[in-house]
C-alpha cells in the first residue's frame, strides 16, 4: 500500500465500524458495510481528511527536504486531491471490476476465496482481487497527477 491509498484504508476502518447507511459509489443503493464499492458520508469525510493528513506528514517526513518553503501549501493541495480521488476510484473500480462471489449458505457476498468453483460468482472480473484494484488505482493516479503537476 502506497501513501495516496492511505486515505482509503482510513475511510474503510471509520466507514465500515459506524452505524450510518453505506451505499454503492454507482448506483446509491444500499450496499452491505465492509463491501468493495461502498461509500458512506462518514467514511468519505474520513478519506478527505485522511488525504490531508498523509499530505501533511509526508510534507513535514520527505517533501520539507526538498521543496522550497514557499511551494508548501502547493503541494499539500495536490497530495491532498490525489489521495481523495484516488480513494474514489478505487470505490469505483471495487464495486465495478473486483470480483465478487454469493455464499448460498449465509447469503453474504464473498470478496476473497480459496476456491471459487463452491461459491456463485455475481460480479466482477476473475482473479481481480483488492489488491489489483490497489495496483490499478495506485498507477492510474500517479500517472493521472504526473501529467497534471507537469502541465501546470
Same mark, same amino acid.
Given at each position: 500500500?502506497?501513501?495516496?491509498?492511505?486515505?482509503?484504508?482510513?475511510?474503510?476502518?471509520?466507514?465500515?465500524?459506524?452505524?450510518?447507511?453505506?451505499?454503492?459509489?454507482?448506483?446509491? +443503493? +444500499?450496499?452491505?458495510?465492509?463491501?468493495?464499492?461502498?461509500?458512506?458520508?462518514?467514511?468519505?469525510?474520513?478519506?478527505?481528511?485522511?488525504?490531508?493528513?498523509?499530505?501533511?506528514?509526508?510534507?513535514?517526513?520527505?517533501?520539507?527536504?526538498?521543496?522550497?518553503?514557499?511551494?508548501?501549501?502547493?503541494?499539500?493541495?495536490?497530495?491532498?486531491?490525489?489521495?481523495?480521488?484516488?480513494?474514489?476510484?478505487?470505490?469505483?473500480?471495487?464495486?465495478?471490476?473486483?470480483? +465478487?462471489?454469493?455464499?448460498?449458505?449465509?447469503? +453474504?457476498?464473498?470478496?476473497?476465496?480459496?476456491?471459487?468453483?463452491?461459491?456463485?460468482?455475481?460480479?466482477?472480473?476473475?482473479?481481480?482481487?483488492?489488491?489489483?484494484?490497489?495496483?490499478?488505482?495506485?498507477?492510474?493516479?500517479?500517472?493521472?497527477?504526473?501529467?497534471?503537476?507537469?502541465?501546470?
Amino acid at each position: 500500500m502506497n501513501i495516496l491509498n492511505y486515505s482509503g484504508l482510513i475511510a474503510s476502518e471509520i466507514g465500515s465500524r459506524t452505524k450510518g447507511v453505506t451505499r454503492s459509489i454507482i448506483t446509491f +443503493k +444500499k450496499i452491505e458495510q465492509g463491501e468493495s464499492g461502498g461509500i458512506s458520508l462518514l467514511g468519505t469525510f474520513s478519506a478527505l481528511l485522511g488525504s490531508v493528513f498523509i499530505a501533511v506528514l509526508s510534507y513535514l517526513l520527505i517533501l520539507s527536504l526538498v521543496v522550497p518553503i514557499y511551494n508548501w501549501y502547493y503541494y499539500l493541495i495536490i497530495i491532498s486531491i490525489a489521495g481523495f480521488i484516488g480513494n474514489l476510484i478505487d470505490s469505483i473500480l471495487g464495486i465495478l471490476i473486483q470480483e +465478487k462471489y454469493l455464499d448460498s449458505n449465509t447469503n +453474504k457476498i464473498l470478496e476473497q476465496t480459496n476456491n471459487r468453483k463452491e461459491y456463485q460468482k455475481i460480479s466482477g472480473i476473475q482473479y481481480i482481487n483488492n489488491n489489483v484494484v490497489n495496483l490499478i488505482t495506485t498507477v492510474s493516479i500517479t500517472v493521472i497527477f504526473y501529467f497534471i503537476i507537469n502541465l501546470i
